[in-house]
């Protein structure tokens, strides 16, 4: 679907709030009065003529007691026990969805627990060492090294920069999905240098949690920028006083993600010998 043709996605929209106010067995009326959307409006919204606001979507939504994000997802409407399963989950605390999650991958996950400890993929913020100690840790175990921007730029035959300008965040993650299915699928033993973002891409992710051992790589937010830095990236520094800043709250964003990894390794005041024997001593308690 198009971004330049929104006629289909408002058609999409108008369907599912009418579907969804019938099975609810509320009249254009009733949905009108507990939503404070005219009459009007909605006639217009569920005929897909209504490029109705955010604001007001959020009432209707509400008024229909569904999520905002299902009532404007472009993603086919999912099975009801889906639903009831994501509800269910969302009622757990930290720690019970992480029971949960590891309950699911032993009992319904396709990959068996031996092919997924021999493919281990790290995750963190750049300058965590994912690359320089993965490819070590790779050479140690006689693994292959796997580094995933490489493969998502080998995939499209332009730089990650480019990818971005081309085809937008959406583009990159299809690339980033595909790479790694096909990481996963070739073989059955490797060490994985992800993206830092991956957590971000919630399927994406699951799929990394459920085919690997998930290490989380991470260091004091001035060690991060330190070592970026000594790579020879000023990037991060150019023309932003805030760089630190941003760094911090990136980290403090994705740290609930970040705990989502089997094993967290701390590498900071480490030098990168020390990380490598700190990782394989982790990992050996994995097997």
Known sequence: MSADEPGPFLRLLGDRVREARARRGMTRRILARQSDVSERYLAQLESGQG???????????????????????????????????????????????????????????????????????????????????????????????????????????????????????????????????????????????????????????????????????HASPSEHMDRVIAQGDLRPMAGNSQAMVDLQRILHGRESLYKGADVEIDTSGRSLAESLEDTLEVLSHAQ
């Open 51 to 217: 490029n109705v606001s955010i604001l007001l979507l959020r009432q209707v939504a509400r008024a229909l007691g569904m999520p905002l994000a299902s009532l404007v997802s472009e993603d086919p409407e999912p099975p009801v026990e889906l639903t009831r399963t994501v509800e269910l989950l969302q009622r757990l605390s930290p720690e019970q969805l992480a029971q949960a999650r590891e309950h699911m991958v032993r009992s319904l996950g396709s990959v068996e627990v031996g092919a997924r400890q021999g493919r281990i993929a790290l995750i963190g913020l750049r300058g965590a060492g994912k690359t320089t100690l993965g490819s070590l840790l790779a050479q140690r175990l006689d693994v292959p090294f796997i580094e995933l921007d490489r493969e998502i730029e080998l995939e499209s035959g332009l730089s990650l920069g480019a990818i971005f300008d081309i085809y937008g965040q959406a583009g990159f993650r299809r690339l980033e999905r595909l790479c790694l299915d096909r990481a996963i699928e070739r073989h059955h033993r490797f060490v994985l240098a992800t993206g830092g973002s991956i957590v971000s891409e919630p399927s994406t992710f699951a799929r990394l949690l459920a085919a690997c051992y998930t290490v989380w790589l």
